[in-house]
């Protein structure tokens, strides 16, 4: 089964913190992507990285960054919460090609106080 | 611009009864359509995709869904409802020129009554 982890299930931060959000798939998949759920709004895209070193901005880039260093782990950096990035964060990865459905981790659900 | 539409906010059915949830999209070209899951508390779980071939496509928990292309729709159906029914259900479309792109709908609860 393909396994897709996150490292926090809940966390609560102070606006002006940098936050850390890790991201680890098992199942060797090239893409990995960063999305944030917000009631109403659907899944938002990020992030995605399609290799190590690689990315791409998504639709609401402004305020986040990613860094992907090993094939499996892509991370989603929070230079300074604010308290419009109360959300639900959801990792996801694939294979490459367009046909493939994504994998999805449990999320985060981040609140910044 | 893309879009993807889930016309109905919530979707309230009896248990035993069938059930229907709609999407319909505005992609160019043949896309990759998808439907998900999402249980309380939890991440998305794929459901089913369609690529080619046959309209009626299966996929796990016994639903499945329906290709439409002349209506550009392709709704997610269950012959009898289970309360464990109940959850978020979205709909994404990917455009074949991308490896990626995933344009997703709003989401539907679906509220499954004993």
């Known amino acids: 089964d393909v396994k897709v982890t996150q490292s926090s299930r809940y966390l609560v931060k102070r606006t002006g913190e940098k936050v850390f959000l890790e991201c680890v798939q098992d199942m060797d998949h090239e893409n990995m992507f960063w999305y944030r759920q917000d009631p109403g709004l659907g899944l938002r895209l990020i992030y995605f990285s399609y290799d190590v070193k690689m990315k791409e901005k998504g639709d609401i880039p402004e305020g986040y960054s990613v860094s992907r260093e090993k094939k499996e782990r892509f991370s989603l950096i929070l230079e300074s919460a604010s308290t419009n990035q109360t959300s639900m964060y959801l990792c996801?990865?694939?294979?490459?090609?367009?046909?493939?459905?994504?994998?999805f981790g449990p999320g985060t659900r981040l609140t910044v106080t | 611009a893309q879009s993807v539409a889930q016309p109905e906010d919530q979707v309230n059915v009896a248990e035993g009864n069938p059930l229907t949830v709609k999407c319909t999209y505005s992609?160019?070209?043949?896309?990759?359509l998808f439907w998900y899951v999402q249980y309380p508390n939890r991440g998305l779980q794929f459901l089913l995709k369609?690529?080619?071939?046959d309209n009626l496509v299966k996929g796990s928990y016994g639903f499945e869904a329906e290709f439409n292309k002349s209506q550009t729709s392709f709704h997610l159906k269950k012959p009898s409802a289970l309360v464990s029914d109940s959850a978020l259900y979205f709909c994404a479309v990917r455009p074949q020129d991308s490896n990626y792109q995933l344009i997703w709908g709003a989401g539907t609860k679906l509220i499954i009554k004993p």
């Open positions: 996801a990865s694939s294979f490459v090609q367009g046909r493939n459905e994504q994998y």
């Open positions: 369609y690529i080619t071939g």
């Open positions: 992609v160019s070209g043949n896309p990759y």
